[in-house]
């Protein structure tokens, strides 16, 4: 906060002052408790002047610490508001959705990438019709056509959550099997029941809940449609750690919010076809070596 603060009092920071500012803050912050950095960024949002790489690093930090920047800083250009909402996801965009003035480019972009809400439809119309009327009074109706318009257009792109149609997707009773396992800690049932539920191997069940973090556990619910409530159970109960509080909030919700449904779904269904190729190929390989017997050792060990 100290380095904050001298940053701040500098009305005109030089090259070399933004160099060195930049040079500090990342170790800086890394070392720093997680209160003293929401303190720092929120301090930060309000500088005129920030060294490009800081801010984008600032920006590409979890959504709890990065939010009050990324909707109120001068410092992020509409590249880096693109760039951060297509690599953070969901949670990032709908920070620069609160952002005032959203250029059309931007808006734009977050359609093109299924995060932007209906609040964006309205940030896109006047500068629309300011562009098509820049000496005239705006027209209500015109207005309001072109606010129909772009409802009907996000309709197509913005889908809802609750639309899986044609994605794979958690039936109740294996919701149900999964959460029970979980609750009971039963690791060895949950895996099973985990690989039926994605119609995979055992092995890819098993190397999805080996990852400690439980990241690749809640990319699994999310991209099968595993209810919010019923995925922090099943990711604090086998994953320890996640049920630990960060800002008051469980680990396990902080992991979850960053993930972003589509992609994790794609995902999903990339490990599957991953899984079943290598399962494929496996049992090809097991059979190999019956095939290449002889015909006579093959009959002979058939009869017996």
């Not at 909402?85 to 250029?103: D, P």
Request: glycine share 4%.
């Amino acid at each position: 906060m100290a380095t904050v603060t001298s940053f701040e009092a500098l009305e005109r920071p030089s090259r070399s002052e933004l160099r060195q500012f930049a040079e500090l803050f990342e170790p800086l912050f890394a070392a720093s408790s997680e209160e003293a950095r929401r303190q720092a960024v929120a301090a930060l949002s309000q500088c005129q002047t920030i060294p490009s790489a800081v801010a984008f690093f600032i920006a590409s930090q979890p959504i709890t610490i990065s939010a009050p920047f990324i909707a109120a800083s001068k410092c992020l250009d509409d590249q880096t508001l693109i760039t951060i909402a297509r690599t953070q996801g969901a949670a990032h965009a709908r920070a620069i959705v609160r952002r005032e003035n959203l250029s059309p480019m931007v808006i734009d972009a977050l359609v093109g990438l299924r995060h932007a809400p209906e609040d964006v439809q309205a940030a896109r119309v006047k500068p629309m019709v300011a562009k098509s009327q820049p000496d005239e009074a705006e027209d209500p109706a015109r207005d309001e056509a072109l606010r129909e318009r772009l409802r009907a257009m996000a309709a197509h792109v913005v889908r809802p959550e609750s639309d899986r149609l044609g994605l794979r997707t958690i039936t109740a009773m294996q919701e149900a099997l999964l959460v029970r396992f979980a609750r009971n800690r039963e690791s060895d049932l949950f895996a099973t029941a985990l690989a039926d539920t994605l119609s995979a191997s055992r092995w890819l069940a098993e190397r999805i809940m080996l990852d400690i973090s439980g990241h690749q556990l809640a990319t699994t619910l999310k991209g099968i449609g595993m209810p919010r409530n019923e995925a922090m159970l099943i990711l604090e109960r086998l994953y320890h750690h996640l049920d630990e509080l960060e800002g008051g909030v469980p680990q396990s919700e902080h992991l979850w919010d960053t993930l972003d449904a589509d992609e994790c779904g794609r995902r999903v269904e990339a490990w599957g076809r991953a899984d079943r190729y290598t399962y494929e190929e496996r049992r090809l390989t097991a059979a190999e070596p019956a095939a290449n017997q002889p015909a006579t050792l093959r009959t002979a060990s058939s009869r017996s």
